[in-house]
């Protein structure tokens, strides 16, 4: 559902302020902004946001020992191969690439699991809640795709909410990532990378229509380096 994006001026004084309570530095001033006043926004579709989610839940699988088999025979059963990423099938099918760069797709899982509705909170200064695994596809038991979607209530997030948690995490990924280069303590218990991997799904789910925003990024073409 395409709705008008908020006030992005608004959104962005709320999200500083968060900043300031958490007590984090604050971005410069000039720091852009995520959309622009005008702008309309939705989700990607619900059913590829489900296929997102689950391919990332198997790649993380992988590194925890997952064999290779498995993995792939699952993915084809799920009929979700058109879906994985080229450096993801290759982690999946050779483990090849960076092992930890992989590891760390469990905070994006999470936000996406909590933009489908499956998790209750994405807060900046806690890790992924106890239960959330529990509602992901049950690997070891050979749970499918479909059976996993049948048994989970997807509830979606309004675009709305989506798009104000981006502008917060996109100013927190500049503030966790200022903390590490110059030694400040962070709040709560995870770090910049889960910080930057919750943004990129994030980033990827919620869409902009306007004139400043080309079309939707894949997953792998998501800038973060802004």
Avoid at 35 to 56: K, M, S
């Amino acid at each position: 559902m395409t709705k008008a994006a908020p006030d992005p001026h608004a959104v962005r004084e709320a999200s500083l302020d968060e900043l300031r309570r958490l007590g984090l530095p604050l971005p410069p001033a000039g720091f852009p902004l995520v959309w622009e006043a005008g702008d309309a926004i939705e989700l990607r579709p619900t059913a590829e946001i489900e296929a997102r989610t689950a391919v990332l839940h198997v790649v993380v699988a992988r590194c925890f020992g997952m064999p290779t088999e498995a993995a792939m025979s699952w993915l084809l059963g799920s009929h979700l191969v058109d879906f994985v990423t080229p450096p993801e099938w290759q982690f999946v099918i050779g483990a090849k690439g960076d092992h930890r760069s992989f590891v760390l797709h469990h905070d994006a899982v999470f936000a996406l699991a909590w933009l489908l509705g499956l998790a209750r909170h994405l807060d900046p200064t806690a890790p992924p809640e106890g239960r959330f695994m529990s509602q992901m596809p049950d690997l070891p038991a050979g749970e499918s795709f479909n059976s996993w979607r049948s048994r989970s209530l997807m509830s979606p997030r309004d675009p709305i909410e989506a798009a104000v948690l981006l502008d917060l995490y996109y100013c927190l990924d500049w503030a966790f990532q200022e903390c590490e280069q110059t030694g400040l303590p962070v709040p709560g218990e995870i770090d910049a990378n889960a910080i930057g991997q919750r943004r990129w799904a994030l980033e990827w789910a919620v869409v902009f229509h306007g004139p400043y925003h080309d079309k939707p990024a894949e997953w792998e073409e998501v800038d973060l380096s802004v």
